[in-house]
T-cell receptor, first 113, second 114 residues
């Protein structure tokens, strides 16, 4: 059974600082996604990583995937308050007659002024 | 707007009751997924349908069932409701079983069981 773990679960950081969220998963997959969720809202797709070594950047966020280590990172550069949200990684469990996303525990990011 | 529509947005009901949550996927998407989000369990995969057929089951209780209709909309039926079933229920859709599972999520239905 695929397990997806994120750490930290909660991250309080000051504006202007850098930090990294880690996502580890237990079985082989070369497809990983990052989503953002604001309180009480839906999940918004941030990044789609589809191969070993994939790196995607959007604004102050950069995501990468190392399939050999079964690890993805979401790096935040010079955080701003607008980035406060919960971030989820999700691993694509696919093959045969099905495909589905298995989500990590989520990281609640609070950016303080 | 993801293009995935869920109704209702909010639902308050009593223990022991039965409710139906509805989901319309994005135009052209054949695959529908249901997820439950609660504070203690996080985002849990419940069930997947593809073009009307059940394809995968996750941590779905026997009291819960789902179906996908010929027009591709899906319904999640929750019966004999318990307080612990209170959660945010999301529907997501994706285009096919081949290629990346780029899932687009609806706004969710917040279920409160009292």
């Amino acid at each position: 059974e695929l397990k997806v773990e994120q750490n930290p679960l909660f991250l309080s950081m000051q504006e202007g600082k850098n930090y990294t969220i880690y996502c580890n998963y237990s079985t082989t997959s070369d497809r990983l996604y990052w989503y953002r969720q604001d309180p009480g809202k839906s999940l918004e797709s941030l990044f789609v990583l589809l191969s070993n070594g994939a790196v995607k950047q959007e604004g102050r966020l950069m995501a990468s995937l190392d399939t050999k280590a079964r690890l993805s990172t979401l790096h935040i550069t010079a955080a701003v308050h607008d980035l406060s949200a919960t971030y989820f990684c999700a691993v694509d469990e696919y093959g045969g007659a099905t495909n589905k996303l298995i989500f990590g525990t989520g990281t609640l990011l609070a950016v303080q002024p | 707007d993801s293009g995935v529509t869920q109704t209702p947005k909010h639902l308050i009901t009593a223990t022991g009751q039965r409710v139906t949550l509805r989901c319309s996927p994005r135009s052209g998407d054949l695959s529908v997924y249901w997820y439950q989000q609660s504070l203690d369990q996080g985002l849990q995969f419940l069930i997947q349908y593809y073009n009307g057929e059940e394809r995968a089951k996750g941590n779905i209780l026997e009291r819960f069932s789902a179906q996908q209709f010929p027009d591709l909309h899906s319904e999640l039926n929750l019966s004999s409701l318990e307080l612990g079933d209170s959660a945010l229920y999301f529907c997501a859709s994706s285009a096919s079983l081949q290629g990346p599972t780029e899932a687009f999520f609806g706004q969710g239905t917040r279920l409160t069981v009292v």
